[in-house]
Protein backbone atom coordinates (compact mmCIF):
# COMPACT_ATOMS: atom_id res chain seq x y z
CA UNK A 1 0.00 0.00 0.00
CA UNK A 2 1.21 3.46 -0.78
CA UNK A 3 0.48 6.86 0.21
CA UNK A 4 -2.70 7.51 -2.35
CA UNK A 5 -3.74 4.16 -1.60
CA UNK A 6 -4.42 4.49 2.36
CA UNK A 7 -5.71 7.79 1.98
CA UNK A 8 -8.62 6.89 -0.25
CA UNK A 9 -8.74 3.70 1.56
CA UNK A 10 -9.19 6.12 4.68
CA UNK A 11 -11.77 7.86 2.64
CA UNK A 12 -13.92 5.06 2.58
CA UNK A 13 -13.43 3.78 6.54
CA UNK A 14 -10.80 0.83 5.52
CA UNK A 15 -9.58 0.23 9.00
CA UNK A 16 -6.34 -1.35 7.29
CA UNK A 17 -5.42 1.50 5.90
CA UNK A 18 -6.40 3.92 8.83
CA UNK A 19 -3.98 1.44 10.32
CA UNK A 20 -1.11 2.00 7.42
CA UNK A 21 -1.64 5.74 7.78
CA UNK A 22 -0.71 6.00 11.19
CA UNK A 23 1.75 3.09 11.69
CA UNK A 24 3.69 5.24 8.77
CA UNK A 25 3.27 8.45 10.37
CA UNK A 26 2.48 8.24 13.88
CA UNK A 27 6.28 8.91 14.73
CA UNK A 28 7.12 11.59 12.43
CA UNK A 29 4.16 13.38 13.97
CA UNK A 30 4.84 12.08 17.76
CA UNK A 31 8.19 14.25 17.05
CA UNK A 32 6.27 17.05 16.40
CA UNK A 33 3.85 17.06 19.27
CA UNK A 34 7.06 16.40 21.49
CA UNK A 35 8.47 19.59 20.62
CA UNK A 36 4.69 20.84 21.74
CA UNK A 37 3.98 19.16 24.85
CA UNK A 38 5.06 19.54 28.46
CA UNK A 39 5.93 15.32 28.50
CA UNK A 40 5.55 12.35 27.21
CA UNK A 41 1.93 11.79 28.08
CA UNK A 42 0.42 15.20 26.49
CA UNK A 43 2.33 14.65 23.52
CA UNK A 44 0.50 11.27 23.00
CA UNK A 45 -2.80 13.03 23.62
CA UNK A 46 -1.63 15.44 21.25
CA UNK A 47 -0.80 12.67 19.04
CA UNK A 48 -4.54 10.53 18.96
CA UNK A 49 -6.11 13.83 19.17
CA UNK A 50 -4.12 14.44 15.87
CA UNK A 51 -4.77 11.66 14.29
CA UNK A 52 -8.78 12.43 14.72
CA UNK A 53 -9.06 15.35 13.57
CA UNK A 54 -6.77 13.96 10.64
CA UNK A 55 -9.28 10.65 9.23
CA UNK A 56 -12.44 13.43 10.21
CA UNK A 57 -10.84 15.86 7.44
CA UNK A 58 -9.30 13.60 5.41
CA UNK A 59 -11.45 14.52 2.64
CA UNK A 60 -10.81 18.30 2.70
CA UNK A 61 -6.90 17.47 1.84
CA UNK A 62 -6.93 18.54 -1.97
CA UNK A 63 -3.33 17.43 -3.00
CA UNK A 64 -1.65 20.50 -3.09
CA UNK A 65 1.33 20.65 -1.59
CA UNK A 66 2.94 17.60 0.31
CA UNK A 67 0.48 15.15 2.48
CA UNK A 68 2.94 15.45 5.33
CA UNK A 69 2.78 19.09 5.73
CA UNK A 70 -0.63 19.27 5.39
CA UNK A 71 -0.67 16.91 8.07
CA UNK A 72 1.75 18.39 10.05
CA UNK A 73 -0.34 21.58 10.20
CA UNK A 74 -3.00 19.23 11.75
CA UNK A 75 -0.93 18.00 14.65
CA UNK A 76 0.84 21.60 15.12
CA UNK A 77 -2.41 23.32 15.42
CA UNK A 78 -3.77 20.36 17.87
CA UNK A 79 -0.79 21.07 20.12
CA UNK A 80 -1.32 24.92 19.82
CA UNK A 81 -5.09 24.50 21.08
CA UNK A 82 -3.86 22.20 23.86
CA UNK A 83 -2.33 25.20 25.09
CA UNK A 84 -4.12 28.08 23.51
CA UNK A 85 -5.91 29.29 26.81
CA UNK A 86 -2.64 29.75 28.56
CA UNK A 87 -1.21 33.34 28.31
CA UNK A 88 2.16 33.69 27.82
CA UNK A 89 3.30 37.13 27.49
CA UNK A 90 3.49 37.31 31.51
CA UNK A 91 5.38 34.08 32.21
CA UNK A 92 8.95 34.43 33.46
CA UNK A 93 12.04 32.47 33.99
CA UNK A 94 13.95 34.51 35.57
CA UNK A 95 16.80 35.48 32.46
CA UNK A 96 15.10 38.05 31.15
CA UNK A 97 18.46 40.40 32.46
CA UNK A 98 21.20 37.83 31.84
CA UNK A 99 23.97 38.38 29.97
CA UNK A 100 23.98 35.99 27.31
CA UNK A 101 27.00 34.21 27.08
CA UNK A 102 29.49 33.47 24.77
CA UNK A 103 28.93 29.87 23.18
CA UNK A 104 31.59 28.04 21.59
CA UNK A 105 30.05 26.29 18.41
CA UNK A 106 31.52 23.01 19.08
CA UNK A 107 29.67 22.50 22.10
CA UNK A 108 26.25 22.78 19.70
CA UNK A 109 27.58 20.58 17.35
CA UNK A 110 28.48 17.73 19.86
CA UNK A 111 25.26 17.09 20.97
CA UNK A 112 22.75 14.84 19.52
CA UNK A 113 19.09 15.81 17.99
CA UNK A 114 17.94 13.84 20.96
CA UNK A 115 19.54 16.39 23.00
CA UNK A 116 18.96 19.17 21.32
CA UNK A 117 14.83 18.59 21.48
CA UNK A 118 15.41 17.80 25.15
CA UNK A 119 16.83 21.36 25.77
CA UNK A 120 13.81 22.62 23.51
CA UNK A 121 11.63 20.74 25.63
CA UNK A 122 12.29 22.26 29.09
CA UNK A 123 11.96 25.99 28.10
CA UNK A 124 8.47 27.57 29.82
CA UNK A 125 5.86 26.56 27.50
CA UNK A 126 4.98 29.75 25.72
CA UNK A 127 8.92 30.22 25.16
CA UNK A 128 8.71 26.49 23.49
CA UNK A 129 5.87 27.08 21.29
CA UNK A 130 6.76 30.60 20.10
CA UNK A 131 10.54 28.94 19.58
CA UNK A 132 9.29 25.27 17.60
CA UNK A 133 6.45 27.70 15.97
CA UNK A 134 9.04 30.17 14.45
CA UNK A 135 12.55 28.07 14.19
CA UNK A 136 11.14 24.88 13.55
CA UNK A 137 7.87 25.05 11.55
CA UNK A 138 8.97 28.34 9.69
CA UNK A 139 5.82 30.39 10.99
CA UNK A 140 6.44 34.26 10.57
CA UNK A 141 5.51 36.03 14.32
CA UNK A 142 2.33 37.41 12.19
CA UNK A 143 1.13 33.84 12.06
CA UNK A 144 2.14 33.06 15.46
CA UNK A 145 0.65 36.22 16.90
CA UNK A 146 -2.94 35.57 14.98
CA UNK A 147 -2.49 31.24 16.12
CA UNK A 148 -2.31 31.96 19.48
CA UNK A 149 -4.19 35.62 20.44
CA UNK A 150 -1.11 37.63 21.02
CA UNK A 151 1.10 40.77 19.55
CA UNK A 152 3.70 40.49 17.54
CA UNK A 153 5.94 41.72 19.90
CA UNK A 154 4.79 39.48 22.26
CA UNK A 155 5.77 36.36 20.02
CA UNK A 156 9.23 37.97 19.04
CA UNK A 157 9.80 38.38 23.23
CA UNK A 158 9.27 34.52 23.74
CA UNK A 159 11.36 33.83 20.97
CA UNK A 160 14.52 36.12 22.40
CA UNK A 161 13.91 34.68 25.40
CA UNK A 162 13.45 30.82 24.41
CA UNK A 163 17.08 31.85 22.82
CA UNK A 164 18.53 33.32 25.76
CA UNK A 165 17.79 30.48 28.06
CA UNK A 166 19.19 27.84 25.34
CA UNK A 167 21.96 29.77 24.82
CA UNK A 168 22.58 29.37 28.90
CA UNK A 169 21.50 25.96 29.07
CA UNK A 170 24.06 25.20 26.20
CA UNK A 171 27.16 27.51 27.68
CA UNK A 172 25.69 25.42 30.90
CA UNK A 173 26.63 22.04 29.61
CA UNK A 174 29.46 23.15 27.40
CA UNK A 175 31.40 24.15 30.68
CA UNK A 176 30.55 20.68 32.02
CA UNK A 177 31.62 18.67 29.31
CA UNK A 178 35.04 20.93 29.61
Given at each position: ?9 C ?11 F ?22 D ?14 K????G ?10 VN?A ?15 I???K ?12 S?K ?15 V????A ?43
Amino acid sequence: MDQDDAIHGCLAKDHASQKWLFDHYSGRMMTVCLRYARNRADAEDILQDGFVLLFRNLAKFEYKGSFEGWMRKIFVNTALKKYQRKRFDKERSGIEYVKEPELDASAISALSEKEILKLVSELPVGYRIVFNMYAIEGYSHKEIADSLGINEATSRTQLLKARKQLQRKLAELHSTMI
